[in-house]
């Protein structure tokens, strides 16, 4: 028999120590060290049978024995790579592909990590798109020619639960769908080689242990073990699997980093749970890009998608005239959302003024302010200032800068722009005002959605595109663009 020794893996990191620490030496973070027992025996090759799973898997041809292939040869003898659209457009675009690419959705064999704060969505998110799966009808009420056969692991709730909410969003209506309620992963996988699914859905992977380990569930050791060997068993049958991770009181995955690093894609939930928005965000895609967002809304009938995102909450108003508000074209990927960025500006004291943010850069909100009081001429040290981006979306792009200047300035001198109004710009250290990226995309989204003017960087008019619908207003400096605010 082997022996079981005793190892420390960092939370953080992942990195693995023979002794404890009270810093890791490799990120420098102070009490990450988790004791965990590591055993010989467990890095025997699951896809042989030799442990792991228990027993052996059905292996594709070539992956039990895989040799060496020149890379022409892959690529004249591989077929196109195939994926399981759900039907979602909003949550196929995040897991790969565009709009008017008909190969998006889920690849068969990936792994795919959702996180999110509790009772945010994700089970409910994950179950319409099982329930779009299995159903010939997707969740655009159209219909296509393929249904999969999907596995619904709930390792928190029970298969009456699953049923409840199944027929309260209108998924349970299907003979592909199967629900089964364990935490014990050698049953859990036992179920899915008998039953064959296309897609395997884990809510969440904290709950799921392996007999064999003395760990509790949910700690580093089984969610280390357990997470490697849904991989191996993903690639080894072709079946698509999803895991569900909670998020910590920092934000991150519950669990080591090495979590992370395992799987193929991984999908964050954002928004707070007691507003309707809800985000979901690509940090990591070996099967898209990591640009990509879709944007829900949460409802009694569950996860709305909104394909025009938040760009009519600047729109609502009307023709009301709002100081300290003004709309920009954000881009997100291959998409333009237009974002209403707000702004307050408060009586405060000299060398304590506040300076708050949401879902804005806070180092980007000091720099404007300090550029606004050196060139803009306003005097923002006894001022506390407030700023937020409507919607739950976090700007970072320096093209919102001119927007959140003016928004800035409008709170203090009380002004405000028209409602058809957005900015477009980067602002320089010397207020000078800097072309956007992608002007062009930007302007005609915002046309579309009814905004009749725009802010610019004067670029001269022969570089200026021509937007039908759109009057551009050149900008060179931030004391230009205060000027006309005024």
């Avoid at 890379?71 to 457009?89: C, V």
């Avoid at 509790?216 to 895991?243: D, H, M, N, W």
């Avoid at 000078?432 to 610019?456: D, I």
Wanted: aromatic fraction near 4%; charged fraction near 20%; include cysteine.
């Amino acid at each position: 028999m082997s022996k079981t020794r005793t190892i420390y893996i960092c939370t953080s990191c992942g990195s693995t120590h023979h002794r404890w620490m009270g810093k890791c030496p490799d990120c420098n973070q102070w009490d990450s060290l988790e004791e965990s027992q590591f055993d010989k025996a467990s890095s025997t090759d699951p896809h042989r049978g030799g442990g792991g799973f228990g027993t052996h898997i059905e292996s594709k041809p070539g992956i039990g024995a895989p040799a060496a292939t020149a890379i022409t040869e892959i690529m004249t003898n591989s077929a196109p790579m195939r994926r399981l659209p759900t039907g979602i457009t909003e949550f196929d675009r995040v897991l790969g592909g565009i709009d008017t690419d008909p190969c998006r959705g889920l690849v068969p064999g990936s792994v795919v990590l959702v996180g999110g704060e509790p009772g945010i969505g994700k089970s409910t998110l994950l179950l319409q798109a099982a329930g779009a799966w299995a159903s010939p009808i997707n969740m655009d009420q159209s219909k296509h020619d393929w249904t999969s056969k999907v596995l619904y692991v709930s390792s928190e709730e029970s298969a009456e639960q699953i049923q409840l909410r199944a027929a309260r969003l209108g998924v349970a209506d299907s003979d592909s769908l199967f629900v089964l309620a364990d935490t014990n992963l050698a049953r859990i996988l036992e179920q899915a080689r008998k039953i064959k699914p296309d897609v395997c859905v884990i809510d969440s992977i904290q709950m799921i242990y392996k007999a064999d380990l003395e760990a509790s569930p949910g700690s580093v050791t089984q969610l280390r073990r357990c997470c490697s060997e849904l991989v191996y068993f993903a690639k080894a049958t072709g079946i698509a699997i999803v895991l569900v991770g909670h998020v910590t009181k920092e934000g991150t995955l519950a669990g080591p980093r090495m979590l992370e690093h395992m799987v193929d894609a991984v999908l964050y939930f954002e928004g707070d749970r007691y507003h309707s928005a809800r985000i979901v965000r690509a940090i990591k895609n070996r099967f898209g890009t990591t640009l990509e967002l879709g944007i829900f809304e949460m409802t009694g009938k569950g996860m709305e998608q909104l394909p025009g995102g938040m760009s009519v909450a600047a729109m609502q108003s009307g023709n009301e005239h709002r100081p300290g508000a003004v709309a920009c074209p954000a881009m997100h990927g291959s998409r333009c959302v237009l974002v209403e960025l707000q702004a307050l500006t408060a009586t405060g004291f000299v060398g304590s003024a506040k300076r708050k943010n949401s879902g804005l850069d806070a180092n980007r909100l000091a720099m404007l302010i300090a550029v606004l009081e050196q060139h803009g001429g306003l005097r923002l040290a006894d001022r506390d200032v407030f700023c937020s981006a409507v919607g739950g979306l976090k700007i970072v792009e320096p093209a919102s800068d001119l927007a959140l200047a003016l928004a800035i300035a409008g709170a203090h001198y009380k002004r405000s722009l028209p409602p058809t109004t957005i900015a477009i710009g980067e602002v320089g250290l010397g207020g000078e005002l800097r072309p956007a990226t992608q002007l062009e995309q930007r302007l005609r989204e915002s046309a579309r959605l009814g905004y009749t003017h725009s802010f610019v960087p004067d670029m001269g008019s022969s570089k200026l595109p021509r937007i039908k619908g759109m009057q551009l207003i050149p900008i060179r400096n931030v004391s230009q663009a205060i000027e006309r605010l005024m």
